[in-house]
């Protein structure tokens, strides 16, 4: 049990130190694929050690959640990490305290923080992406219920690890039409949940076409690392939900030896990388959507997740 709870905490470690990195990959793939030069691979985390060592200005009129905000955005995916398989292929301590719909909820409650947290400044351009981003939030959760139903209907259960042992294995089953139609659904939530082209653009600062970004313009100093580092770690644990329990469950470590479970940690990052590759291919294909076609970016990932859903039951 020692080991199992040890072995939780090193997951926990290495989404905390390799999220960063993972933004940084993305931002400098995509703009080497536009023939820019690109920041280096390692900027997100200058940028948060930047941001830790400068003062931080909080309105007297903002509340307690604006001041907690940061805080729920920074631990919510390091709870998540606990739930999912990031470096084993077999339950951690922490395994069956939740599935995978109980951390699309933990992942939720620090959207809601931030929500409220944009609200309560009173800046205009904050509720304005507040309204936008629990637009989004609206549209997305039925897919992602659609997506995990259907999880459940193949695996017989949504917690991750067992999922992981019978979504995928037999390697055959991987190309099953409806296992083929999740994963491009649940890519496609990935892309609205995260903020990314074509449902928004985490490079720009127009502030009208603004919608993940504008709720921490009001933020500095610790409280913009935190946020920044918050968001680069939900796209970790996400990525990781995707390919590690969806997509390519190899890779991790199969036995209780410690040399097993840091051996993972490359391999891990290299699918990502190659992930990162993808997700880098369609934001420099696409142009940020307007505000009304997004909603339809989120319907044809419901009809999607609805269509792999009907195949599934079919066949059984």
Request: charged residues 10%; contains cysteine.
């Amino acid at each position: 049990m020692i080991t199992s709870l040890l072995f939780n905490v090193l997951q926990v470690l290495v989404v905390l130190v390799f999220a960063p990195l993972i933004v940084g990959i993305n931002a400098w793939l995509r703009e080497r694929l536009q023939s820019k030069r690109g920041p280096s691979v390692f900027q997100p985390y200058f940028d948060i050690w930047k941001l830790f060592h400068k003062d931080e200005i909080v309105s007297e009129h903002s509340t307690w959640i604006f001041r907690a905000a940061p805080y729920v955005v920074f631990v919510t995916p390091l709870f998540v990490a606990l739930l999912i398989p990031v470096l084993t292929s077999y339950p951690l301590f922490f395994a069956f305290m939740g599935d995978m719909l109980g951390g699309g909820f933990i992942l939720a409650l620090g959207g809601f923080f931030v929500t409220l947290a944009a609200i309560d400044t009173a800046n205009p351009y904050g509720p304005m992406g507040a309204s936008r981003t629990r637009m989004v939030g609206f549209l997305a959760e039925p897919v992602f219920m659609i997506v995990f139903f259907t999880v459940s209907v193949v695996a017989g259960s949504t917690i991750p690890y067992i999922v992981q042992q019978r979504w995928v294995h037999p390697i055959g089953s991987f190309f099953d039409p409806a296992h083929v139609l999740l994963l491009i659904a649940f890519f496609m939530l990935i892309i609205a949940e995260t903020g990314r082209l074509p449902v928004d653009n985490p490079s720009g600062h127009f502030e009208l076409a603004m919608i993940d970004e504008s709720k921490a313009l009001e933020y500095s100093g610790t409280g913009a690392a935190l946020m920044k580092w918050g968001g680069a770690m939900k796209l970790f644990v996400l990525l990781s939900i995707f390919l590690n329990v969806l997509v390519a469950p190899w890779g991790l470590a199969s036995t209780h030896r410690l040399g097993a479970v840091l051996g993972a940690v490359p391999l891990v990052l290299a699918k990502m990388i190659v992930c990162i590759l993808a997700l880098v291919g369609v934001e420099s294909s696409f142009a940020k959507l307007r505000l009304f076609r997004i909603t339809e970016f989120l319907q044809a990932a419901f009809v999607v997740s609805v269509a792999a859903l009907l195949i599934r039951l079919m066949e059984s």
